[in-house]
């Protein structure tokens, strides 16, 4: 059993490890032995943590270097530290906010590409557009992956003659706030099989939700967060407007907010539980919001594009 441990420790992840857990717990042990059933959780327990120290023995460690100290380099920061990896630098051009990344890592700070250490992965952590300029100026250690974190970048952006690749965190991130990479989404991509295998390991060890994507399925996995987290903030920030001069805080909206993300949630299927004047072809309401509206144009004509977008996906749903 130890060596196919180690034969599959690649597609290791927490998540998978507990629901296998569950599987020899209901299915192996009691099945073949004949254990009731508390007996058999003791002793799978032990073979599950004999199995996990195992996996952290031969699970490979890189020493990481993180370049850029933005919001995206932070998240990675602290997720890097609770694993076995070694961040050895974070680099940076802005030494206030590089230092404090590197602290957060556990890690030195570089200011100067060239006292730039080696290292085994390069974390490119910069805005699309600095991508390529950035990766070009850095001298990068031979045999090291490259990889930057960019939803709608491509590999070309990398240098050609070393590993290129992308992990790409699908998340909204700010800075100061504790991101748990464990839940989120990783979407890779990498320039050969060899640099995919090592690439997805690791992934893997900053979360089990890990999914190989290309550049075109990037594109519309960023789209969609752009949609679900740009917009709607900005939605956010629009009521938010408009609540202030009815002499209201914010806070008048949070439990509706709560619950709107709460049911698509659970639905799966956020049109179903779409509600509102549009969804109802209430053309009465919609025409007394519209004159709320006033003079705001740019209010107005969202307000009537997302109201028929409602309507056109209520239809939709129907056939």
């Given amino acids: 059993m130890y060596g196919v441990f180690l034969k599959r420790k690649n597609n290791f992840n927490e998540t998978n490890f507990l629901l296998n857990r569950n599987h020899i717990l209901q299915n192996f042990y009691g ?26 023995c031969v699970m490979k460690s890189y020493k990481v270097i993180i370049v850029g100290s933005g919001n995206v380099a932070e ?21 206030e906010r590089g230092k404090y990344v590197a602290s957060l890592a556990g890690a030195e700070y570089c200011g100067c590409a060239a006292e730039l250490k080696a290292a ?53 991130f700010s800075i100061g706030r504790v991101i748990n990479f464990r839940e989120i989404f990783l979407f890779v991509e990498a320039q050969d099989e060899a640099t995919y295998n090592e690439a997805e390991a690791f992934a893997k060890s900053l979360t089990g939700n890990v999914l190989p994507a290309d550049a075109a399925l990037r594109e519309k996995i960023h789209l969609t967060g752009v949609l679900t987290s740009n917009f709607v903030n ?39 539980v ?17 004159k709320l509206i006033g003079e705001n144009e740019v209010l107005r004509k969202m307000y009537d594009i997302i109201s028929e977008n409602i309507w056109r996906i209520r239809e939709t749903s129907k056939r």
């Fill in 31 to 56: 099945k073949r032995w004949g254990f009731d059933r508390r007996v058999r959780a003791i002793f799978v327990d032990y073979v599950v943590h004999f199995h996990f120290i195992c996996y952290l």
């Fill in 75 to 95: 998240a990675f920061a602290r997720a890097l530290r609770t694993t076995s990896h070694q961040v050895v630098q974070v680099y940076a051009r802005n030494g």
């Fill in 274 to 290: 779409q509600t509102g004047p549009a969804v109802r072809g209430d053309m009465q309401t919609l025409e007394r919001h519209r």
């Fill in 120 to 172: 085994e992965l390069y974390l490119i952590c910069v805005s699309d557009r600095a991508i390529a300029q950035v990766a070009a100026a850095l001298p990068f250690a031979k045999g090291a992956i490259v990889a930057h974190t960019a939803g709608c970048g491509t590999l070309e952006m990398l240098p050609e003659g070393v590993r290129r690749a992308i992990v790409y965190p699908f998340q909204t």
């Fill in 234 to 272: 900005n939605m956010y920030a629009t009521a938010a407007e408009l609540l202030a001069g009815a002499g209201l805080d914010f806070e008048v909206v949070a439990p509706l907010i709560a619950e709107t993300a709460a049911k698509a949630l659970d639905s799966r299927q956020p049109a179903q």
